[in-house]
């Protein structure tokens, strides 16, 4: 199959273009690289030995859009370019709203122009209502929190109503829970370009002591041990249920949305101490207070997942902790030279 990947190039991304150029896919990212490089892309063609066309696009530039599908077709695309952080969504909702809307919408516009009628589309579990009981099955009620996750749920309502005014559009929303780790090859994962908002790589900043001890935030909720539990999902699983998605929509019309978590709960705590047992480190951290807007539980069921994709996630939350720090690992050892490099002084006369 030939794919469109938008926002291909970053942390899940990347990811989803080495599992469909290893499953024999053809495919091209389109990419803005803001959060971002266009590194990842050299390691996607070393990982698999395959050759990746991109191109340095934003999806809201239509016409940058437009000359990649008049040149190139596909039989479907994978979704993921888009603003990703609550708390930026909260200080500028309208970049979110531009962004995400508007790049999904015109997007769409040029696959209904070029009779592209299959999407995968990166959601997250973010839209469910925060009092969902778990674990969330995808009937559960839909209530978002935050502009971000409103972003979300506002284009999945769009790819229903598509759906429904033309019945030959396929449309599949994967809401993704939480998404740890890194290649297993050590090659490529996560690259946080300023401070990191989610737990592990701050966790790992703070193992490298490049910035202050993790801060747990909150050890009072009703949980095993007071610290919030979330569904941590290997990045690679991630990335295979998108293959499965495409297979599937391949053969349904309609739109469909299954959750994409590991289907377990584990406390901040709990991954704290895998993480230092799994990779025989310390990991420094304080109890600090409740972060604003956190919910307590967390973790999806992935019965759908399982029996309609056929999907399985395989790696446990030991294997998450130490290829995620294998990668970062390695992403020290990069800045390291980097920083070593002196590009020359342009003379002056
Ligand atoms: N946490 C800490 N300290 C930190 C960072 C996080 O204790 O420095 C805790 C949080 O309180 C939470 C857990 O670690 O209990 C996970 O927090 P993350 O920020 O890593 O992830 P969230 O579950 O808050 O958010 C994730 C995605 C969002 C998505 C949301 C719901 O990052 O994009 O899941 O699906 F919206």
Request: charged fraction near 20%.
């Amino acid at each position: 199959m030939r794919v469109l990947v938008t926002g291909g190039a970053g942390y899940i991304g990347s990811m989803v273009c080495i599992e469909l150029l290893n499953e024999g896919h053809e495919l091209f990212i389109v990419d803005n690289f803001s959060n971002s490089d266009a590194s990842a892309i050299t390691k996607i063609m070393s990982i698999t030995g395959k050759m990746v066309q991109y191109a340095n696009v934003d999806i809201t530039d239509r016409n940058a859009l437009e000359v990649v599908f008049r040149t190139y077709s596909f039989d479907s695309v994978i979704h993921l370019a888009g603003k990703k952080s609550v708390t930026e969504s909260i200080e500028n909702p309208l970049q979110y709203y531009y962004d995400n809307l508007i790049g999904t919408v015109m997007l769409v516009q040029l696959m209904q122009q070029y009779g592209v009628h299959s999407i995968i589309f990166s959601s997250s579990a973010t839209v469910y209502h925060p009092e969902s009981i778990c674990p969330i099955q995808e009937i559960a009620e839909l209530k978002s929190s935050s502009p971000y996750g409103r972003t979300k749920l506002a284009i999945e309502n769009f790819f229903r109503e598509l759906c429904d005014a033309h019945p030959t559009f396929s449309a599949v929303l994967l809401r993704y829970f939480n998404p740890i780790g890194a290649h297993s090859s050590g090659e490529i994962g996560e690259k946080p370009l300023e401070v990191p908002n989610n737990l592990l790589p701050y966790l790992m900043d703070a193992v490298s002591g490049k910035r202050p001890p993790l801060e747990v935030f909150g050890n009072d909720y009703d949980t095993i041990d007071g610290s919030g539990i979330r569904d941590f999902i290997h990045v690679e699983d991630l990335a295979k249920g998108h293959i499965k998605a495409l297979y599937y929509s391949m053969e349904h019309m309609g739109c469909e949305s299954f959750n994409l978590g590991s289907g377990t709960g584990y406390s901040v705590l709990q991954l704290i101490e895998t993480f230092a047992t799994a990779n025989k480190i310390e990991v420094p951290y304080n109890i600090g207070n409740r972060r604003p807007g956190d919910i307590a539980i967390s973790f999806a069921d992935i019965t759908k997942a399982q029996q309609i994709l056929g999907w399985q996630p395989l790696k446990n939350l030991t294997e998450m902790c130490q290829d995620a720090w294998r990668w970062q690992l390695k992403l020290l050892q990069e800045q390291r030279v980097e920083a070593q490099i002196v590009y020359p002084t342009k003379k002056t006369v």
